[in-house]
């Protein structure tokens, strides 16, 4: 079975600052990939970052990137530059071996001004 | 393009009652999904099409629960009986294939409520 875990439910960062979310994941598929999703506050949820498995480099999508450490099975995102738009829940999710997405439980994110 | 759509997108219902939701997904994507999200949970894989094919099932899709898509365009997800365990929000997604992942797009989702 494929799992994905959140070990932060909440975290808080100035606006302007740098936060990181952590997320850990265990698969025994080779070929999988891994995603960032965002759901603000009654809105749909969208695609943050992706990262795919057989990549060495980590992603980076403007302000946000990800440290893919492939060994240690973890996938965390830094917010760099935090705004106030940034305030969501975030979950990360793996996709490997099927189509599905299997998400963690997710992190709640507040930007204080 | 308008993105995936979702109707209703909430539904209040009584125990017993059988519900159907309807996604529309965007006009390319041959592929569709559907989730159920709990108050404090990530969203959980309830199945997918490709086009009009049903390809995975969740175990979570007990017999209450159906989805269809024909002709390969909307689908439809039909909960019978309803139960107050059923309340949740039911996410639609919707993909093609880029590289060799299908990332997938949401839908705002329905909102159940079973009283």
């Known amino acids: 079975a494929q799992t994905v875990t959140q070990s932060q439910p909440e975290m808080s960062v100035q606006e302007a600052e740098t936060v990181t979310l952590s997320c850990t994941y265990d698969t025994s598929e080779s070929d999988y990939y891994l995603f960032w999703y965002k759901q603000p506050p009654s809105r749909q949820m969208i695609l943050v970052i992706r990262?795919?498995?057989?990549?060495?480099q980590n992603a980076t999508e403007n302000r946000f990137s990800v440290n893919f450490q492939k060994a240690a099975k973890s996938f965390s995102l830094k917010i760099s530059d935090s705004q106030l738009g940034d305030a969501a829940m975030y979950f990360c999710a793996l996709q490997g071996g099927s189509e599905k997405l299997v998400f963690g439980k997710g992190t709640k994110l507040t930007v204080n001004p | 393009d308008t993105g995936v759509s979702q109707d209703p997108r909430h539904k209040i219902t009584k125990r017993g009652q059988n519900v159907t939701f309807r996604c529309d997904p965007i006009s390319e994507h041959n592929r569709l999904y559907w989730y159920r999200q709990t108050l404090g949970q990530g969203p959980e894989f309830l199945t997918y099409?490709?086009?009009?094919?049903?390809?995975?099932k969740s175990r979570l899709l007990s017999d209450r629960f159906s989805a269809e898509r024909p002709k390969g365009s909307f689908s439809t997800l039909e909960i019978q009986r309803t139960e107050q365990g059923d309340s949740a929000m039911y996410l639609c997604a919707s993909s093609s294939r880029d590289g060799s992942s299908y990332e997938q797009y949401f839908g705002p989702g329905t909102r159940l409520t079973v009283t």
């Open positions: 099409f490709q086009n009009e094919a049903q390809l995975e």
């Open positions: 990262q795919e498995a057989y990549k060495q």
